[in-house]
């Protein structure tokens, strides 16, 4: 046979490999895209059916050919109270069948994989609004790739644009998550968006806040800048509870409020703030932790100073966790009775620290509270100290970092920066003084405060032994203070 003829059989033989590789990966992605609608179906029915709306992919159609297939589906989103309007969302794409789909060979790609497909959301009744925002471009557009190793990375965009709904003036830039998961989506996520915006008039008000609230306010703004985010989600063996770490950065955010009084307006703004949030499981017990930090925060231009706020709750319960988050929490019995079962593993709550960094100092709080049992009828008479295991409770201020706060703060009622002044320090005076009096706190030259602390099994505060037979009293009017 000469080298011809080899080479022509040599195209065949690749040929038909190829052919027959896009026809098995073709069949196999569209067993597996079936599978993933079922399953995603599945986690959202358990996932929505405690937050008052049903989600749902429906709809579903799947037309496979030799080298690549169409797909389209509608996700419909149903409120559970009657007369509020239902949503459908159709999508519609392409997949490309492996291990070389065109798409990928156009862009001289040539790593094999089992699929990769495009997806976009199609125009209708519900979407046509979101389409006339983005000036015309497809407002959600995604890429999905899959490889042998069952692994899905891929993106999703979501186009900028500006938007008036029910009174609500919005507008956004472009936003995209990209991901590496499982076949189950469960992975990494990242995204990004460069700006949001929202203003409120009296109107819209009305419809989207909390009534309380909305009497009282004319108008409200909102701004969101430089928002990055990642989140790593991992499943456990109960369906409601999944473990892992979020991190989200937000360059700035600004909420500016008018009223319908005399109020004078607030503008609220926090600047380089970043949320860091872990959640991790230990047996059968969840441990969750969550640390905030702005670096720069002012009201009305003036500055307040750095926040940080740090919080950890260990020893939960996993399954009355999922119990709970399985049942929702409006039910008071529900949340009474998993309260009291999560008291029984002997929580622990940290709060370290609570604290704002000013220009004149720092006025800094502290918690940490674990529990050695749940044993409230021992407690009852008179033996509280034996349900904690750890007990502490701490506040400390520069005396100057408080004025200044409370000056700040008193501007916000109208009064020129003099007057405020005055005020926060007449104020400071007669709350140390009156502080004192009452032995709540402890005053230096430059600081004062406060310290609840068990020790060698005695409650201390500010350094005196409180007889147990008196900390239920003291108790009372700690909180009532």
Request: aromatic content about 8%; proline content about 3%; glycine content about 8%.
């Amino acid at each position: 046979m000469n080298k011809s003829k080899v080479a022509v059989a040599l195209v065949v033989v690749l040929g038909a490999t190829w052919i027959g590789g896009a026809w098995y990966t073709g069949k196999t992605a569209e067993s597996e895209y079936r599978r993933q609608i079922e399953y995603v179906n599945q986690k959202m029915a358990v996932s929505t059916g405690a937050e008052g709306v049903a989600v749902k992919i429906d709809n579903v159609k799947f037309e496979r050919g030799l080298f690549s297939s169409d797909f389209s589906y509608d996700i419909l989103i149903k409120p559970a109270k009657e007369g509020e309007e239902s949503w459908t969302l159709p999508f519609e794409g392409k997949l490309h069948h492996g291990p070389l789909p065109l798409d990928r060979l156009s862009k001289l790609n040539v790593s094999p994989v089992m699929f990769s497909a495009t997806t976009q959301i199609v125009k209708n009744d519900t979407t046509k609004t979101w389409f006339e925002a983005t000036g015309g471009k497809n407002p959600a557009v995604g890429s999905t790739v899959m490889n042998y190793s069952q692994r899905m990375s891929g993106d999703f965009a979501i186009a900028g644009g500006k938007l008036n709904y029910q009174g609500v003036d919005m507008s956004w830039t472009d936003a995209a998550v990209v991901y590496d998961t499982d076949k189950n989506g469960d992975g990494r996520y990242d995204y990004k968006i460069g700006n949001i915006k929202a203003f409120f008039n009296e109107e819209s008000l009305q419809t989207f806040i909390d009534p309380e609230d909305a009497s009282v306010l004319k108008t409200m703004d909102l701004e969101i800048t430089d928002l990055k985010g990642g989140h790593e989600v991992q499943p456990t063996a109960l369906q409601k509870i999944f473990i892992g770490e979020s991190k989200v950065i937000i360059g700035n955010m600004k909420y500016a409020y008018t009223y319908k009084d005399e109020t004078p307006p607030i503008a609220v703004e926090f600047k380089n703030t970043a949320f860091d949030y872990n959640a991790a499981q230990n047996g059968d017990f969840l441990n969750y932790a969550l640390k905030n930090k702005s670096e720069s925060i002012s009201l009305n231009q003036k500055p307040l100073g750095e926040l940080q706020f740090d919080i950890q709750l260990n020893h939960l319960s996993a399954k009355v966790m999922n119990d709970l988050a399985a049942m929702g929490a409006n039910d008071p019995q529900v949340n009474q009775a998993a309260g009291l079962e999560l008291l029984k593993n002997q929580p622990h709550l940290q709060i370290s620290p609570l604290k704002l960094t000013t220009p004149n100092g720092k006025i800094e709080a502290g918690l940490n509270i674990e529990l050695a049992n749940a044993d409230f009828a021992q407690a009852l008479q008179g033996k509280i100290l034996s349900l904690f295991k750890q007990l502490n409770v701490q506040f400390s201020a520069d005396k100057s970092a408080l004025e200044n706060t409370l000056a700040v703060f008193a501007e916000l009622s109208g009064i020129s920066k003099e007057e405020a002044a005055q005020f926060a320090k007449e104020e400071m005076d007669a709350l140390i003084q009156e502080g004192v009096q009452q032995q709540l706190i402890v005053s230096g030259d430059k600081d004062i405060g406060s310290t609840l602390l068990l020790e060698n099994g005695e409650l201390k505060f500010n350094g005196n032994v409180i007889p147990e037979e008196h900390i239920g009293m003291f108790l009372m009017g700690l909180m009532m203070q």
